[in-house]
């Protein structure tokens, strides 16, 4: 062949420094680039030889090699694929490749960051320039009589063809790194990069150093294996051991016996397990190896909760696993990690466009051969096959979450205090999701019992509630009126709350336990969808359920007295106060906050900025007391009392520690009160 020197078919003068400033924050992506080039050519070879136009010679084994030489400052990447002849490295190298990364820069010079790129994909092979001043490539293709090519390019846009030397099938492609780029001439770095892109390639994947020292390992002779090098036989004799006896006498005994070994140099362990689990068909794979895989993926020694198989080809491909990990209670501390994968190529984390947002919260792996991923992220977003992808998977969670709710409720009852969070966030996010999960949502009541809202409102009573608990409240039949609804009683703290739990189970009542961050926001979508319940914290108000008849007038005047003493021993003159006949005359006081006004609060809390004052967020309880209680019935025969003061202070905020945890300031103030009150009692 004769030698050319040719000039790239681009129109700009030097696309190399562009691809490099522009593409600085992940410039190790080369590697992916350049190993899925390999894998690719190997792939297309073992085509061939399927459909018999090429024969493998005799022990040959795929691999794509990676050979680092911090000496030389260069790093080769070495396939056993189909290769190139001059031919196809004119037309795949010097134009299309060019023109694919011109293409590339021309569709995305305007872009400001290059996040919006997936991947990368679709500028292959220069991504080499990334790192390179120069760029050799070797290959032999394996067409008959094809001869071995050199090209090399030195990051301008001229190159140079000759004819090559190589004698093996295949392509090695050098890069001569720039000064700026040589720590992936570093094994180490290598090996971390090579582990981040390429786990799960089809072939297998070697990183060598070079001219570095041989290394060996002995085996025992039945390991050995006909690849391996043999560098010696050794044989062991048997080891013993001269043990007493009971009677003294020693005796000789075998710890071990006679065996042959052989040392042999080092097999190379490949860096990518090329069946990946998602691969394998769901019942062919055991749980200890869906653990394995997880611990392996996400470094993640707690073990997950159960996991999702998906497995289709109809009508994408897209295979993959998610998990469940196990999670603590507060649902922002939850870092999910799903790797996005083409064909076993690594692309990314987190690719939200295709991966629903709520879903973000578990570990998975999704290998979706038909991504589009030349695209920019915007024009994914838009894109009516990714959104299929998004809604395919959200689908399946909840196929396998609903069907464990039905068929082994046991398992799925046991899981749902950590997997509620993660539902609940689905179901604010994705109305679909909601959907098929709003019958398997369950609620923990306060005797642990799991319940769903069906359990809690049955359908005949929401429809006919209104009879139960608004008896005289029969409008006029024209007015159009608001739905009655069905209040569901829940509790955010069982300890602070307590009191109040008390009080309920005396009635026979129950509440469920919503202690969650995400329940606050989950009720209130819940109540948006279905406009026959209501959630009421417990303490919201106090139920007719818990308190006597009694007699109205005589309650006013009783309710106006106590008023005025507490009002003027809190020095608080909008204290609102109630007084009931409480059936419990244990409970001297209590504090109500209306379910709004609640709300209204706990959200203002959570958007306030720090440092912001919450005090005028503050305020709408109500004090309760019990007119049944002794204490509540002393201050009252005895206003101008002594320590009546000091009992209304003291009630108040006993009152208030059973609704939300003391100021710091209050509680210094409570327990020196406390104390006081004890002394008073020693004299
Ligand atoms: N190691 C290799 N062995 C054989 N052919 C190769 C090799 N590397 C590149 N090629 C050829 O050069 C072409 C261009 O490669 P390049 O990496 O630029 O783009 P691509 O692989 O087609 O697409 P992608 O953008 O997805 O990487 C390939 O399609 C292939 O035909």
């Not at 043999?230 to 065996?259: L, M, N, Y």
């Not at 649902?331 to 064909?343: R, V």
């Not at 792996?365 to 009516?384: E, K, M, Y």
């Not at 202690?515 to 303490?539: T, V």
């Amino acid at each position: 062949m004769a030698n050319t020197h040719g000039s790239l078919s681009i129109n700009s003068e030097n696309i190399f420094p562009i691809i490099k400033k522009w593409l600085y924050s992940d410039h190790d992506i080369f590697f992916r680039e350049l190993i899925s080039n390999g894998c690719d050519a190997i792939t297309k070879l073992k085509k061939l030889s399927l459909i018999g136009e090429y024969t493998y010679p005799e022990g040959h084994k795929d691999s794509v090699r990676v050979v680092v030489n911090p000496e030389d400052k260069t790093l080769k990447f070495i396939d056993t694929g189909l290769g190139m002849t001059a031919d196809e490295v004119e037309e795949y190298i010097n134009q299309i490749a060019f023109s694919g990364a011109a293409d590339f820069l021309e569709k995305y010079k305007d872009k400001a960051n290059d996040d919006q790129i997936i991947g990368h994909f679709g500028l292959g092979f220069y991504s080499a320039f990334m790192v390179a001043d120069e760029v050799h490539i070797d290959t032999l293709s394996y067409q008959e009589g094809a001869k071995p090519v050199h090209w090399e390019c030195d990051g301008g846009t001229e190159y140079d063809m000759s004819e090559g030397t190589r004698t093996e099938i295949g392509t090695e492609i050098t890069l001569f790194l720039n000064e700026d780029c040589l720590e992936f001439a570093n094994e180490y770095r290598a090996r971390e990069v090579i582990s981040k892109y390429c786990s799960f390639m089809p072939v297998e994947i070697f990183l060598e150093k070079a001219n570095a020292e041989q290394e060996y390992e002995t085996i025992d002779e039945s390991e050995l294996r006909d690849d391996d090098v043999v560098v010696e036989h050794i044989h062991e004799d048997a080891k013993t051991e001269e043990i007493e006896k009971e009677d003294g006498t020693k005796e000789t005994k075998e710890v071990s016996p006679a065996r042959d070994r052989v040392k042999i140099n080092k097999r190379p362990v490949s860096l990518s397990d090329i069946h990946p689990l998602w691969t394998k068909h769901p019942n062919e794979c055991s749980d200890e190896e869906y653990k394995a895989f997880y611990r392996k993926v996400f470094q993640d020694y707690k073990e997950p909760l159960f996991w999702i198989h998906l497995n289709m080809d109809y009508p994408f491909n897209l295979k993959g696993i998610l998990y469940f990990p196990k999670i603590n209670t507060e649902y922002d501390s939850i870092e999910g990690t799903i790797k996005l994968y083409n064909n076993q190529v690594f692309i990314a984390d987190n690719i939200k466009e295709v991966i629903p947002e709520f879903l973000m919260l578990l570990k998975g792996v999704i290998d979706c051969p038909d991504l589009p991923l030349n695209v920019s992220r915007s024009a994914l977003q838009n894109d009516g096959f990714v959104k299929k992808i998004s809604d395919y998977i959200s689908k399946k969670v909840a196929d396998k979450l609903t069907g464990m709710c039905k068929t082994d409720r046991e398992t799925y009852e046991k899981y749902w205090d950590d997997i509620s969070p993660f539902i609940k966030f689905g179901c604010l996010k994705d109305e679909k999701f909601c959907d098929k999960m709003s019958d398997y949502i369950l609620f923990k009541d306060l005797d642990g019992k799991y319940q769903t809202l069906k359990d809690l409102v049955p359908e005949e009573e929401a429809a006919d509630v209104d009879v139960v608990e608004n008896p005289d409240d029969k409008q006029e039949d024209t007015e159009e009126k608001e739905p009655e609804k069905t209040t569901i009683f829940y509790v955010t703290d069982e300890v602070q709350q307590s009191q109040y739990i008390n009080l309920f189970r005396e009635e026979g009542k129950n509440a469920v336990i919503l202690k969650h961050n995400i329940d606050a926001p989950f009720i209130s979508h819940l109540e948006m969808k279905n406009d026959k319940i209501k959630f009421q914290r417990i303490d919201a108000d106090l139920t007719e359920d818990f308190v006597e008849a009694a007699d109205e007038a005589e309650l006013k005047e009783t309710t106006d007295s106590l008023t005025e003493i507490f009002r003027k021993a809190l020095g608080n003159d909008k204290l609102d106060v109630k007084v009931e006949k409480m059936k419990n005359e244990n409970i001297s006081s209590m504090i109500t906050l209306s379910e709004e006004s609640r709300r209204m609060q706990d959200m203002m809390k959570m958007y306030s900025m720090n440092g912001m004052d919450l005090g005028m967020f503050g305020g709408g309880e109500t004090l309760v007391l019990n007119a049944n209680n002794k204490l509540v019935q002393y201050i009252l025969d005895h206003k101008d009392g002594e320590h009546v003061n000091l009992f209304c202070e003291q009630l108040y905020d006993l009152a208030m520690i059973s609704h939300q945890p003391l100021a710091p300031e209050k509680m210094t103030k409570f327990i020196s009160r406390s104390n006081e009150i004890m002394m008073l009692l020693a004299k």
